[in-house]
């Protein structure tokens, strides 16, 4: 048997370690990359059952976040607003609008709306709304220009990572109480100083330990 | 035994000249039968290149079988999550644990045959090591499934290693789970290594007596070896670094193993006996496993000469010192137990002598600690009916060790309104049998494709490849040295390409 390596063969144990490294780091930059929420679901807006729009609601009309969400400064969950709350207005106002039939529908025969989750934490990772809301995270800061959304999609990773950025330096984030739903808030010159008195004195300390979030 | 008579060349040696080289010599010899070079490699290499007989194929079924009944079961795991197996508060570490346990013990012996006995100069690991490192590989990778689908979501099985990610999430570097996968991944990789570099040899010797595509296949693993003796040197010399590498791995991973139970602070568990009396343990069941394995493939291939019953002798004695190791910390246990006058370690281990798994516990001891004295017998270790037995009740004993440790400890909680009894699901037993069939499956490829015994190795142990010509310049036995060349047999000059690897064979001077 003649030998199968030509004598070039032998550049291979260097060209494989050199390979060895790229493809690690390759690896883990894909891995860094592309298994990231970031990628994975960062503008995720899937059509839902009535075409209702933030941005004619929130942006023109200008309704406040807490009128159907009303829920979200006492519990962990920013409710979806039930069939009821439409109908506050709807029962006034374009009580004919082909769109929303489906509100008057749900509203006729009880049956509730099917509305599609857009925001999702894995079931190992729990959430309070009010505890954000009342220590002065504003709701654009994690879903983003909502008074700009036709149709609402996910505008922050959400992801482990992300939520850390916060909770280690909440001074680049917080706003005042009265700043909460606001969208397009722009901080003050002296932020980061009022943030951090503000943390002193009302003992704002977000958790960064395991068991804060998985319990 | 068989015929006593040594080599001729040996018999030259002693009895004309009264010439007594090393120490060993007073042993048998390692290899018996009057084997030529030549017929060494024959013997072994021909199991490679015969037509598959029918058994073997009989055999591979029954394994193959067990393997898919391992997939489908990981399958329906995966499909359910872990609640099909029996785990649940307070025990939560059942029969994966267990059984992850089990086959990293069993995965022990190959790099202690290979490595630690190899840096002892123990030259009789040489008939064995080959297929005691290729059974160590199968062994830990069965393992390795347990771990990896008992974490639940196994398609995120990658965040166990320290990977930088957008998540910002990193593995418990102070866990001792963590350890785990370093401590046994690196096990694997080395042991993959080491295994591989002392086949090149071997497989150049394959591919000298093949043709066609299967010289091919075999000249690319065999990378391009001649047998030089600058290849001998190099060979030699990454072996030898290897054998160093190993040899810490053999005790440091069944220490981490430990540690997964020794650094928590459940009663039974927190002892610091835990690393030694886990690694004898492994080398025990590891041995067992090498011993089921040898006795059946020997007398199915005809290696008795090769692997002789000095050298399973040589196994029993092992078992029998490790088992009574295993043995004495099972009572330096109870010992600590009353002395240390903690209440709920005393406790722990009444329950588990006297509580509800004392069936497990009895198994467990009558298995590993009294079973093996029988060995004291030289008759009875030298039997093989006795010790194909023994090898598989130590197994069993050994895998009731892994279950009685974590079963009995969790299922007495610290919180006695959650005490319960732990039972195993079909699924769980299922998956302990499929886990057989991978193991069985690998080593009936082994055993196929692959040089069960190291030839070249073996051929170093032979008196001929270690004649001494210039050791005692200036006694007059320098003279003699010719003469010992021209008595080489007549087939060793005919030999193929692959004997100039014998003229060089490994010597461990």
């Known amino acids: 048997m003649p030998q199968l390596f030509p004598k070039k063969a032998n550049a291979l144990p260097l060209l494989s370690l050199g390979g060895l490294v790229v493809g690690g780091v390759l690896t883990i930059f894909l891995v860094w990359y592309y298994f990231s929420p970031e990628f994975t679901v960062v503008g995720y807006a899937p059509t839902q059952p009535v075409p209702y729009s933030h941005r004619l609601h929130v942006d023109q009309l200008g309704m406040d976040c807490r009128y159907c969400h ?30 929303l039939l489906p509100v008057r529908e749900s509203w006729a025969t009880g049956e509730p709306i099917e509305w599609i989750k857009v925001h999702h934490l894995p079931d190992y990772a729990h959430f309070s709304h009010a505890a954000h809301v009342k220590n002065g995270v504003g709701c654009e800061t994690c879903h983003g220009r909502v008074d700009q ?27 005042p109480h009265d700043e909460i739903t606001t969208m397009g808030y722009v901080q003050p010159a002296d932020f980061v100083e009022r943030n951090l008195e503000r943390i002193r004195t009302e003992g704002i300390q977000p958790p960064t330990n395991c068991s804060a979030c998985h319990y | 035994m068989e015929k006593d008579s040594n080599t001729p060349h040996a018999d030259v040696l002693h009895e004309e000249d009264g010439w007594h080289r090393q120490p060993y010599d007073n042993d048998p010899p390692l290899v018996k039968g009057n084997l030529s070079f030549h017929e060494i490699t024959d013997l072994v290499a021909y199991h490679t290149e015969k037509k598959t007989p029918i058994t073997w194929f009989l055999a591979f079924g029954v394994a193959s079988t067990g393997l898919m009944i391992l997939f489908l079961m990981l399958a329906y795991q995966v499909y359910n999550g872990v609640g099909v197996w029996g785990n649940n508060v307070p025990v939560g570490w059942g029969w994966p644990i267990v059984n992850f346990v089990f086959w990293v013990g069993i995965g022990h012996a190959g790099t202690l045959i290979s490595a630690i006995l190899f840096l002892f100069r123990q030259r009789w690991r040489t008939s064995i090591n080959r297929a005691a490192e290729a059974m160590t590989l199968f062994a830990v990778m069965c393992a390795l499934i347990f771990p990896t689908f008992h974490v639940g979501r196994v398609w995120v099985v990658y965040w166990m290693l320290p990977i930088p990610n957008q998540m910002e999430m990193w593995p418990q570097f102070k866990s001792p789970l963590l350890w785990d996968v370093f401590a046994v991944s690196s096990y694997f990789i080395v042991s993959l290594l080491f295994w591989y570099v002392g086949l090149i040899p071997d497989l150049a010797t ?19 070896w001649t047998g030089a003796n600058r290849h001998w040197r190099n060979y030699e010399k990454s072996y030898l670094i290897l054998a160093g590498l190993a040899t810490p791995l053999v005790l440091s991973v069944h220490s981490v193993v430990s540690f997964d139970f020794a650094i928590s602070i459940i009663p039974g568990w927190h002892t610091t006996i835990f690393p030694p009396y886990f690694v004898a343990g492994a080398i025990f069941s590891g041995f067992a496993m090498v011993l089921t394995l040898l006795v059946v493939a020997r007398k199915i291939y005809g290696l008795e000469d090769l692997i002789t019953l000095d050298h399973l002798e040589k196994m029993n004695i092992i078992i029998l010192v490790t088992g009574s190791m295993v043995g004495f910390a099972y009572i330096t246990e109870f010992f600590m137990a009353w002395y240390s006058q903690v209440e709920y370690e005393q406790y722990a281990f009444i329950n588990r002598a006297f509580g509800p798994y004392a069936w497990a516990y009895w198994i467990m001891m009558t298995c590993n600690l009294i079973s093996p004295q029988l060995f004291w017998f030289k008759k009875l270790r030298r039997s093989i009916p006795v010790m194909f037995a023994l090898s598989i009740v130590v197994n069993i004993g050994m895998w009731f060790e892994r279950f009685v440790i974590t079963v009995t400890s969790l299922h007495r909680d610290f919180l006695p309104s959650s005490w319960d009894y732990f039972s195993p699901t079909w699924v769980d037993v299922l998956t302990f049998v499929g886990s057989f069939g991978l193991f069985f499956t690998l080593f009936l490829l082994f055993l196929r494709f692959v040089p069960m015994v190291a030839i070249a190795e073996v051929k170093g142990v032979k008196p001929e490849a270690d004649p001494h010509f210039y050791d005692h310049e200036g006694d007059g036995h320098a003279a003699e040295a010719p003469q010992i060349a021209i008595q080489q047999p007549a087939s060793e000059a005919q030999d193929g390409p692959d004997d100039v690897d014998d003229s060089t064979a490994p010597t461990t001077d």
């Open chain 1, 70 to 99: 009303n829920w979200v400064e006492v519990s962990n969950h920013a409710n979806v607003p039930p069939t009821q709350t439409c109908m506050n207005c709807h029962s006034q106002i374009r009580t004919q609008s082909l769109r």
């Open chain 1, 149 to 175: 959304m036709e149709v609402v999609y996910q505008a922050e990773p959400l992801s482990m990572g992300w939520c850390l950025e916060c909770h280690r330096q909440p001074e680049l984030y917080l706003r």
């Open chain 2, 206 to 224: 394959l591919r000298d007596r093949a043709k066609g595509l299967r010289a091919k296949v075999l000249a690319f693993f065999a990378l391009g």
